[in-house]
């Protein structure tokens, strides 16, 4: 297979470099979308917390978040050394058909399909009360979440969900730039998700929206009531399986 062998040293300088990116977008991000919610109180949108997020809620958040950077940067670390070395199914270019063009969106909905049913299964596996303990109570403890709760993985969780992604840009075709925006979609979905407050209109919650995808009226169902509600990004798997909480 192309990709191998990956130089150390390089894999080395990659997975810090990819560290301190991670760490890096996650403030950028997240600093400026809590100051909005928290500190301005923002006119369009709902609060969802009953009560202020706590220093020591804040802090928990954000040690778990800085910790699962060094764990998804490995992975990351080690595509992107063999998509250097054309080991990857990662691709760039402009598309020379109306397939390829056709190609990018439907890319992006098999990723965050898979990313989807993936995380549904693992997440309500690791509510089992003999796995919660190990697995998940680090991120719980934030029963009102904020959006510095968006990446605070407990090790194993971390873990879990860190080589998804990169072990299927080695098969599943992706343009690089595709994979940069399924990024991006994923850290803005996980800190609006746990913002504390719902920014999407009222009617959108109450529509089709609402109805198919996740936002933080229904996330943050999870965080309170500690069960249900264990999607990503679409109710989906929750209403064939039977543990969606809905919407009041």
Excluded at 28 to 34: G, N
Excluded at 113 to 118: F, K, L, M, N
Excluded at 152 to 172: G, H, T, Y
Aim: hydrophobic fraction near 50%; glycine fraction near 4%.
């Amino acid at each position: 297979m192309n990709g191998w062998p990956i130089p150390i040293e390089q894999s080395v300088i990659t997975y810090l470099a990819f560290t301190a990116i991670i760490i890096a977008r996650y403030f950028a991000i997240v600093w400026p979308i809590h100051w909005a919610l928290w500190k301005k109180t923002p006119k369009r949108a709902r609060r969802l917390s009953k009560r202020e997020p706590t220093a020591a809620t804040i802090r928990n958040e954000i040690t778990l978040s800085v910790l699962s950077a060094f764990i998804y940067a490995l992975p990351a670390a080690i595509v992107v050394e063999m998509w250097k070395a054309g080991g990857t199914a990662l691709y760039s270019g402009w598309p020379q058909s109306v397939w390829g063009w056709l190609y990018l969106p439907f890319s992006i909905m098999v990723y965050l399909i898979v990313q989807d049913s993936w995380f549904y299964f693992t997440h309500r596996l690791m509510h089992h009360r003999r796995l919660f303990k190990w697995t998940h109570a680090g991120h719980h403890r934030s029963v009102q979440p904020t959006p510095w709760a968006s990446f605070s993985f407990d090790p194993i969780e971390a873990v879990s969900s860190a080589w998804l992604l990169p072990v299927m840009a080695l098969f599943v075709p992706l343009h690089i730039a595709m994979a940069l925006f399924l990024l991006m979609l994923m850290t803005i979905n996980a800190v609006f998700n746990h913002a504390g407050w719902e920014v999407y209109p009222e009617r959108w919650i109450r529509g089709w929206w609402g109805r198919h995808i996740i936002t933080a009226s229904h996330h943050n169902l999870h965080h309170t009531k500690f069960k249900g509600n264990y999607g990503l990004y679409f109710r989906f798997w929750d209403k064939l399986c039977e543990t969606d909480i809905g919407v009041d």
